[in-house]
């Protein structure tokens, strides 16, 4: 069976709204990403107890997982009014890198790669990121992931 999903551009906006001293401050960007083939879009409860896979990136689809080439878009929002959560990026070389998300801030990825040093070295070289995984801090946290990928 052929398929029916025709790729469509996604249009990704942040924007920014501040009034400071009488003085518009606020901003916009917007980014346009073209063939957009695949989305996936959850909500899903994060422990406190304990790491939770969210997203594995890999040569092949599948439940949770995404082709780390064609990636184009993540966004990693935690929904909770209260507690941050811990979003965890590794790659299959043990590198890891963690990002606190405040209760109800957002981060963006638009790739599938990373450099984590520990010894605060140079910049080596990109590496992929094999897995995205999250925690809770106080209490569980709900939290929403969006991936768009060509």
């Given at each position: 069976?052929?398929?029916?999903?025709?790729?469509?551009?996604?249009?990704?906006?942040?924007?920014?709204?501040?009034?400071?001293?009488?003085?518009?401050?606020?901003?916009?960007?917007?980014?346009?990403i073209?063939?957009?083939?695949?989305?996936?879009?959850?909500?899903?409860?994060?422990?406190?107890?304990?790491?939770?896979?969210?997203?594995?990136?890999?040569?092949?689809?599948?439940?949770?997982k995404?082709?780390?080439?064609?990636?184009?878009?993540?966004?990693?929002?935690?929904?909770?009014?209260?507690n941050?959560?811990?979003?965890?990026?590794?790659?299959?070389?043990?590198?890891?890198?963690?990002?606190?998300?405040?209760?109800?801030?957002?981060?963006?990825?638009?790739?599938?790669?990373?450099?984590?040093?520990?010894?605060?070295?140079?910049?080596?070289?990109?590496?992929?990121?094999?897995?995205?995984?999250?925690?809770?801090?106080?209490?569980?946290?709900?939290?929403?992931?969006?991936?768009?990928?060509?």
């Amino acid at each position: 069976m052929a398929s029916t999903i025709t790729p469509s551009s996604a249009v990704i906006t942040v924007q920014e709204t501040l009034t400071l001293g009488s003085i518009d401050r606020g901003g916009s960007h917007s980014r346009t990403i073209s063939n957009v083939a695949e989305a996936d879009r959850r909500v899903i409860t994060v422990s406190s107890s304990g790491e939770m896979d969210l997203i594995e990136l890999d040569t092949n689809n599948g439940q949770g997982k995404f082709v780390r080439a064609s990636i184009r878009y993540i966004r990693i929002t935690n929904l909770d009014n209260t507690n941050f959560i811990r979003v965890r990026f590794k790659n299959a070389g043990a590198e890891t890198a963690d990002v606190k998300v405040d209760a109800g801030a957002t981060f963006m990825l638009s790739t599938g790669s990373m450099d984590a040093d520990t010894s605060a070295g140079a910049f080596s070289a990109f590496v992929d990121i094999d897995n995205i995984s999250a925690q809770a801090d106080t209490a569980d946290c709900d939290v929403e992931y969006v991936v768009f990928s060509v």
